[in-house]
């Protein structure tokens, strides 16, 4: 008996050891890349949400896919947590985009089925995900030019600065419903973090600095401002959790995974993930007391980041001649040059504001950052917490404020002393 | 032969007088309405997009109907210059919106049918269109009243402040394809008539005003900021043309009509549509010498508005328990009350920015008000394009300064004293 008949209009299955052959080899593209080979299927256990499978050629285990599909609960809790399997739609809708704009720093897409919430993709066997990486002190020289070039690229190119009314509407559409995932954020980033909730870590419970930081109302009010920017801007694509774990890497590539929360959004929430991710790589390290040259490293490659997203993206906004915002002959070149330098801040503001919120709900929510929670020393712990406050309420707080890059180096700099 | 069957599923063909009655009578709620009456049926020439049908009971005159049809092209113009009938989808939800939240304000809809692009209205015999009553120097005692509660009712109850996040993106689907209509206003409320440009009124042909107006780089610059957020800003539904020709009222009823602009998008554009348009209607007649009374009125009306639109909308959100933005417990009351009144200084700001946008496009653009464009002395009507443009400039330039309502109305009456 057949189980998958060809093409995308197959009927939604749980793939597993004893299905997912049959379900590769009726798909041409598979069955192309791996020429009837036998395969070897084994699955990775430590997907969060998804489940995800390394597919091998027997004879030649050069030849790797992976294979990726949600089900329709949270993976590591089981069936007593629903979440709606479409949630693959986004990813691969938001994968096929990036793919589009910045092919190489996107995992090579063999299939992608959202009938079967399933993605079959390059293997990145010798890449390891940028927040282990960063722990292990490992310096990756080609990261901040890399990361500058994606980020520039996908949300200039996705913009209103660049796509027509119709193309951007269609972009709108094509994410809109993702609901339930930028429902995850509004919650999870913006919100239970703060307050007292049972989804916080346990640490939280009577902490002093949680104390503080829950009662700490310029804070909330800043917060709030934030997040209805996060529910009512639409800026651009983003890939709505660009952290540290979302980015796989060695030396010589950099690919982003996982964009699952994609929507439109503001322009400022990615970068401002990775912005405060890199910061709290940065802390962990300078309280461990790390060897100088790695935390140098992480706050050289932080500057190198904000400056050279300015740069990329200022470049494309130049070689742009119109847009649906922008009309020729409208306006002069010079008051058009100070337009944009006033839009460039504003996104470097709103970066710092949502880099502020990631950093805060990392210290006590739900989702902790293993640069920090995993330290073991408890005075180490609580200093590299103390200090990720410190800075993320100072981005927060005044991030309406912040005029240039070199401001927000300096609040680091001055909270890491 | 039949032309039209029962229910939604017609193909869609243009009402003339031939077929009108036939359709009329398919349809249960009209048969209801007229108890199968002789019908007269009258075609009113100044619709500009559409056409719009007077049909009135033979036998009682009093019971009356307007049905309206978009077809595919601009009825002013005709079949060369086409403009999708599906403006007319956006017109039925738009309508069936308002209508759900503040049914007095809006025509009784006894049909709707968005394959055949036509709703069946309550007919509006009583009331005049507002902008023509002004000039006629009218009074209406209940206005401000009315249409704050509209603005603030609407505004309030289709935003993420009262919405949950699934209700607040199925309502951006509804809308998020008015791409035509928006556009028109990307275009034409915020470009074309501020540059040269082929559509512009040929009074702005070398006129010194204009050009003064198109070299003003400061203005053009807050300009795009202005439009940027009209593209990309989506607080709440918002009729998107509110300007005295989209009002229809007498002493005692006030009714919005036409939007088919509709879309989600910034709080401020439909306050700021009508504060632009009933100041051009106060500089008018401070312009031609009308009795002091009058232009009293209309800026007392003004600031009417504004303070009851602020007052009821912070009524409805201090009545709002939880909703997507605020959990409870987030945030103390006295910070969440300060959070507010940013909030409603961040939408008078817009409003005064959208307004300024809103004026000055009625100068020399493709749309002039009749208010000014028909003034036929020369110097008076030069007189009130100058008053008129320095206070637009005035809103655009200084529309984030703006701290309250007061300095708003002071803006208009300096520049008409």
New interface residues.
């Given amino acids: 008996m057949k189980n998958f008949e060809k093409g995308q209009c197959m009927e939604y299955k749980i793939l597993d050891k004893d299905n997912i052959v049959e379900y590769l080899y009726s798909i041409d593209s598979i069955k192309a890349y791996f020429s009837n080979d036998s395969l070897e299927v084994a699955e990775i256990g430590d997907g969060n949400l998804n489940y995800v499978f390394i597919i091998k050629s027997q004879s030649d285990p050069k030849k790797a896919l992976i294979l990726k599909q949600a089900v329709p609960y949270l993976r590591c809790v089981g069936e007593e947590y629903p979440l709606s399997k479409e949630r693959m739609t986004y990813e691969i809708r938001a994968l096929s985009s990036f793919a589009q704009i910045t092919s190489e720093y996107v995992p090579k897409l063999y299939d992608t089925n959202e009938q079967m919430s399933a993605v079959i993709m390059q293997f990145l066997g010798e890449h390891i995900i940028m927040r282990q990486g960063m722990i292990e002190q490992t310096v990756y020289p080609k990261f901040a030019e890399h990361i500058s070039t994606y980020l520039a690229q996908n949300l200039f190119k996705t913009s209103?600065l660049h796509l027509d009314?119709?193309q951007?509407?269609a972009l709108?559409?094509s994410f809109?419903?993702n609901?339930e995932l930028?429902?995850l954020t509004?919650d999870f980033v913006f919100?239970?973090a703060?307050?007292?909730h049972e989804t916080n870590d346990e640490y939280s419970h009577g902490h002093e600095i949680a104390q503080e930081l829950f009662s700490d109302?310029?804070f909330?009010?800043e917060v709030?401002?934030l997040?209805?920017k996060f529910?009512?801007?639409?800026?651009a694509l983003i890939h709505g959790d660009l952290h540290t774990g979302s980015i796989m890497l060695n030396e010589k590539e950099t690919f982003v995974i996982d964009p699952e929360f994609a929507f439109v959004g503001p322009f400022g929430f990615d970068i401002g993930a990775l912005l405060g991710n890199l910061t709290m790589s940065y802390v962990s390290h300078i309280a461990l007391g790390s060897k100088a040259e790695y935390p140098e490293w992480i706050i050289n490659t932080i500057e190198t980041i904000l400056v050279e997203f300015e740069t990329k993206f200022l470049a494309l906004w130049n070689a742009q001649e119109e847009s649906?915002?922008?009309?020729d002959?409208?306006?002069?070149e010079?008051?058009l040059q100070?337009?944009k330098s006033?839009?460039m801040v504003q996104i470097l503001r709103d970066s710092v504001g949502f880099a502020g919120c990631k950093m805060a709900r990392r210290m006590f929510g739900i989702a902790g950052v293993a640069d920090i929670r995993e330290i073991e020393d408890k005075a180490i712990k609580d200093k590299a917490i103390t200090i990720t406050l410190e800075i993320a309420k100072r981005f927060v707080k005044n991030n309406k404020k912040i005029q240039n890059i070199e401001e927000v180096i300096t609040i680091i700099k001055e909270e890491c002393q």
Same sequence: chains 1, 2.
Wanted: overall charge neutral.
């Fill in positions: 209103s009314s119709t951007k509407r709108i559409d809109n419903s609901t930028c429902k509004e919100t239970f703060f307050m007292e109302m310029q909330k009010k709030l401002a997040k209805y529910m009512t801007q639409n800026d649906s915002l922008i009309t002959g409208f306006i002069s010079v008051s100070e337009y006033e839009f």
